[in-house]
C-alpha cells in the first residue's frame, strides 16, 4: 500500500503546466530524490503533495492518517517577522497541540533535543533575523524534526549549508529513513543524490523518469532533462488530459512514454 500516490497530476501557475502529467507511487519507508534543471518543477511538486498548490489536474493520494512536514527552499520564507528560534522550531508542535496551550515539560525537551541535534544548543532566544543563512537552514531542520511526520519533504535543503553541517543532516535524514519515514528531497547534487538516495525522480516539466536512481540517472536521462526549455509558452495549450489520448503531437509524449517504461 503506498503511502502517497499520483495520478496523471499536472500542477501549474495560471494557465501553464509547471508540472505535466505525473504519474507513481512512493511505497512507505522510500527515501526520494526529486531531480532537474532549474524551473523544472521540482518545488511546484512540493507544494502539490503539501496542498499548498491545487492540482490543474489529476490526483495526489496520502494514506490516510499519515503526517506531512515541508521545508521549504529557505529563500521563500521571510525572516523578518520579530519572532525567536524557539517560536520557529515551536510550530512544529501545533498539528499536535494548537497554537495557544502551554508547553508540556515533554515538550521543552522534544524542542531542545531538536536544536541540540541541529547544532543550535543556546540558541533558543536569538532572533530569527539575526542567524546567519546556515543556522536559519538548520533552525528549519528542527522545526521538521519536532512534527515526528510521516512523510518529509525537503526543498534543497543543503543550501547554504557548509559541508560539515551537511553530513550531520544527511545522518540525520539516514535517521528519518531507518525509523520508517518517507522522505522526498529535492536536490541539485548528483553525487549526493547517487550515494544517500536509492530513488530518484528526475523532472523537466514533464517526468523523464522515476525508479531506482542508478537507472533514472543515466547520460541519456540526464541529456534529455537538459533539452528541457525553462520559459513558458504563451500560446502552448494546458494539457492535462493522459498523454496517450493526444493524437495532435504535444512535445511531452515521448517523454511520458519513456518515463512508463522505467517506473
Ligand atoms: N508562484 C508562481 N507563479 C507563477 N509561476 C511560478 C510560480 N512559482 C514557480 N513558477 C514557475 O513554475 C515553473 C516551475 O518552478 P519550480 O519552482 O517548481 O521549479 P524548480 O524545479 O523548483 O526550480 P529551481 O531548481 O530553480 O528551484 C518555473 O517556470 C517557475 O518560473
Known amino acids: 500500500m503506498p503511502i502517497l500516490t499520483i495520478d496523471n497530476l499536472t500542477l501549474g501557475y495560471g494557465n501553464h503546466a509547471a508540472v505535466h502529467h505525473l504519474g507513481g507511487s512512493i511505497a512507505r519507508g522510500e527515501k526520494l530524490a526529486v531531480v532537474g534543471g532549474n524551473g523544472s518543477g521540482k518545488s511546484t511538486l512540493l507544494k502539490g503533495i503539501v496542498g499548498l498548490l491545487r492540482p490543474m489536474g489529476g490526483r495526489i493520494t496520502r ?3 499519515t503526517r506531512i512536514a515541508y521545508l521549504p527552499q529557505s529563500a521563500e520564507v521571510d525572516r523578518s517577522f520579530p519572532a525567536r528560534v524557539i517560536d520557529l522550531v515551536s510550530l512544529g508542535l501545533w498539528a ?5 496551550r502551554k508547553h508540556s515539560t515533554d515538550d521543552r525537551a522534544r524542542l531542545q533535543a531538536a536544536l541540540a541535534r541541529v547544532g543550535l544548543a543556546g540558541f533558543e532566544n536569538r532572533p530569527l533575523d539575526a542567524l546567519s543563512g546556515g543556522q536559519f537552514q538548520r533552525a528549519l531542520f528542527a522545526r521538521v524534526i519536532v512534527q515526528q ?10 543550501n547554504g549549508i557548509d559541508q560539515p553541517t551537511e553530513a550531520d543532516l544527511l545522518r ?6 531507518a525509523e520508517g519515514r518517507t522522505i522526498l528531497t529535492v536536490l541539485h547534487d548528483l553525487d ?9 525522480l528526475l523532472l523537466a516539466r514533464d517526468p523523464i523518469a522515476w525508479g531506482p536512481t542508478a537507472d533514472v540517472l543515466t547520460p541519456l536521462n ?8 525553462e520559459a513558458w509558452d504563451d500560446s502552448a495549450p494546458i494539457c492535462d488530459e493522459p498523454p496517450h489520448e493526444h493524437l495532435g503531437g504535444h512535445d511531452h509524449d515521448q517523454g511520458h512514454d519513456h518515463f512508463r517504461k522505467l517506473a
Open 63 to 65: 494514506a490516510e492518517g
Open 96 to 100: 499536535e497541540r494548537g497554537l495557544w
Open 149 to 158: 511526520a510521516d512523510i518529509i519533504l525537503l526543498d534543497e535543503p543543503f
Open 172 to 177: 540525520l535524514i539516514a535517521g528519518w529513513h
Open 192 to 200: 549526493t543524490v547517487r550515494t544517500h538516495f536509492p530513488r530518484a
Open 222 to 229: 540526464l541529456a534529455r532533462a537538459r533539452g528541457f526549455a
